[in-house]
């Protein structure tokens, strides 16, 4: 499928300063399990910066964002940005273990993982997902 035909088919949206087309729309069923995983991997990886540093990080998100935990799989480009702008060259660490829960979760396979940025991983689970059904 070419990136236009996938845009007005599959309700993509692109995120300024990425390189990828995050893909918003999925079933009840795959969006669930995927953003639960999600969510869940986020909460991990910030647990590894200090209880504090996570509490401080989600307060900014929500402030700053207006990005709510559970809102983060609705708004992975701008959670990535916002990540960035709070933690700067750190916000990579944390994506990295973001993937890493996503991982051993079982939501994503580790070579799609590879190399790859959040936003890049989960486009590419979410454009897989909707290929399947």
């Known amino acids: 499928m070419e990136p236009a035909e996938a845009l007005v088919l599959l309700s993509l949206r692109y995120v300024s300063g990425s390189k990828c087309w995050c893909l918003i729309e999925l079933g009840d069923e795959t969006k669930s399990a995927f953003d639960n995983a999600l969510v869940d991997s986020v909460s991990a990886a910030l647990d590894a910066l200090g209880p504090t540093v996570k509490e401080s990080i989600f307060l900014l998100l929500q402030r700053r964002n207006s990005i709510s935990p559970d809102g983060i799989p609705k708004l992975v480009g701008e959670f990535a940005k916002a990540l960035q702008d709070v933690l700067g060259p750190t916000a ?10 996503l991982i051993a979760r079982k939501q994503v396979p580790a070579n799609i993982a590879q190399g ?8 590419s689970i979410r454009l897989s997902q909707i290929s399947q059904s």
Request: charged share 30%; net charge positive; aromatic share 0%.
């Open 92 to 101: 990579r660490v944390v994506e990295k273990l973001i993937i890493a829960g």
């Open 116 to 123: 790859r940025s959040l936003l890049e991983v989960v486009g």
